[in-house]
């Protein structure tokens, strides 16, 4: 019972291709963050949803879009991919109680641009 | 099965003294260790991390503790200042180092007090 989970797992792709990674979480939480994690293992945060309306839209390109179908959803859909597009993206749901914060990670999706 | 595990949800610590957060994992496939803080609202951010041939690494008042045969780490904050209020996530790797992906715990929340 994975409490988020992300698909594919690996992808690998030809540039210029237009690509989608979902994220589906069973918590009940409203709100959902997609992350970029870079070579060096910094992880960017690039959009969060809360009950599927964007609260944070961090400075990607616009080639990069979410899309909330539902709370338990968001996805990340792709356009136009480039080779500096190459990361692990991964998503993530947020439990807020009170002031405490509980983030819970997905797997990863591991994204290569060839 | 959580392979990586923050068993304590949140820690209150006064400020000045000493900050120590565990991490467990299952997995004896990881050989890097990584630990990230982050603030609400934001995406966490790289604190310092440990390769598996290490026992201790240090950085400034943070320093991290391997104990490969317990499948134990720890982070050490010491002195705990106001703005190490965070929360703290362990993450795991084991693809030797590489940015081929982390399994996070689900963080502790430190809390300073003045």
């Known amino acids: 019972d994975t409490a988020v989970s992300q698909t594919p797992k690996y992808l690998v792709t030809q540039m210029g291709n237009d690509k989608s990674i979902k994220c589906e979480q069973n918590?009940?939480?409203?709100?959902m963050y997609w992350y970029k994690q870079d070579s060096k293992k910094f992880l960017k945060i690039m959009f969060s949803?809360?009950?599927?309306?964007?609260?944070i839209n961090e400075t990607v390109p616009n080639r990069f879009s979410p899309k909330s179908p539902d709370k338990a959803h968001l996805n990340l859909h792709i356009n136009s991919l480039e080779l500096g597009d190459s990361a692990v993206y991964f998503c993530?749901?947020?439990?807020?109680?009170?002031?405490?914060?509980?983030?819970?990670f997905g797997p990863g999706t591991r994204l290569l641009v060839l | 099965d959580q392979q990586v595990k923050q068993n304590s949800p949140s820690l209150s610590v006064q400020e000045g003294r000493i900050s120590i957060l565990n991490c467990d994992y299952t997995?004896?496939?990881?050989?890097?260790f990584l630990w990230y803080k982050k603030y609400p609202a934001e995406g966490p951010t790289f604190l310092i991390s440990i390769s598996s041939i290490k026992d201790k690494n240090e950085d400034g008042r943070f320093t991290v503790f391997l104990n490969k045969s317990a499948k134990h780490l720890s982070l050490h904050i010491v002195p705990s200042q106001p703005g190490d209020s965070a929360v703290y996530f362990c993450?795991?790797?084991?693809?030797?180092?590489?940015?081929?992906?982390?399994?996070f715990g689900k963080g502790t929340h430190l809390i300073i007090q003045p």
């Open positions: 918590l009940g939480h409203d709100t």
């Open positions: 949803y809360n009950n599927k309306e964007l609260i």
């Open positions: 993450a795991a790797s084991d693809s030797g180092g590489g940015a081929d992906g982390l399994t």
């Open positions: 997995n004896s496939m990881f050989d890097y």
């Open positions: 993530a749901s947020n439990e807020l109680a009170g002031y405490q914060e509980t983030q819970y």
